[in-house]
């Protein structure tokens, strides 16, 4: 059993490149988020989902984009990288609202 | 919006001592979750309190919800290297039982 699988593990972009950050749960949770951490702070969510085909914005959602065309996948996209987007993203799942599964995480830097 | 504190951010104890870490959130909470981040690593649930005045136990761990539902403390008893890393709680916005505000951490150090 899997869990949550996030891909990359690290990512350098460049200002303006665009990429694709993949989560993957095999728990069949209905709700999936993500969140971004930058250094030694807390976590923001961006993005979530409380089923296939429904998204919704978070806190910080300028800069990003996401989709969920099934309830296994949840990939988040940023269309524009900006330095502000360097940080730690994780991708995280929950049956209700009893005890997120957290992916692994991307640390990504845009330069 | 809903705002969660937790103090203090910084603790160095040494091995043996006990630590304690408090939780305040600006708005009643539905229930409170706490989450242990080890150090490069990524947050991990330890336990989910709903009702209010709650207290549960984890081996050295005591956790507790407030009458008011606003508040929250996590206190392990004789810390061990083990128990290094930054401590989150989290609880639902209102209006929403699945989405979690997280607190702003209390990063735990041990020394021998």
């Known amino acids: 059993n899997a869990g949550v699988t996030q891909t990359p593990k690290f990512r350098i972009l460049k200002i303006g490149q665009s990429m694709t950050l993949q989560c993957t749960q095999d728990m069949n949770h209905n709700y999936m988020y993500w969140y971004r951490q930058d250094p030694g702070m807390g976590l923001k969510l961006i993005y979530y989902s409380v089923g296939a085909g429904i998204t919704d914005k978070g806190e910080v959602p300028n800069g990003y984009n996401v989709s969920r065309s099934t309830t296994e996948d949840f990939p988040l996209r940023l269309e524009l990288a900006a330095p502000s987007q360097t940080s730690v993203y994780f991708c995280?799942?929950?049956?209700?609202?009893?005890?997120?599964?957290f992916g692994s995480g991307t640390r990504l830097t845009v330069v | 919006g809903q705002q969660v504190m937790q103090i203090p951010q910084y603790q160095h104890v040494q091995e043996g001592e006990d630590f304690t870490t408090y939780c305040n959130s600006s708005?009643?909470?539905?229930?409170i979750q706490w989450y242990k981040q080890r150090p490069g690593g990524h947050p991990v649930f330890l336990i989910q309190?709903?009702?209010?005045?709650e207290v549960k136990k984890q081996k050295r761990l005591t956790f507790q919800f407030g009458e008011a539902k606003k508040n929250s403390s996590l206190h392990i008893t004789a810390t061990q290297t083990t128990d290094v890393g930054t401590y989150f709680c989290a609880g639902p916005k209102a209006g929403t039982a699945s989405k979690l505000t997280f607190g702003t951490g209390t990063r735990l150090q041990v020394t021998l």
């Open positions: 995280a799942s929950s049956y209700t609202e009893y005890g997120y599964t």
């Open positions: 708005t009643t909470l539905s229930n």
């Open positions: 309190l709903v009702k209010s005045g």
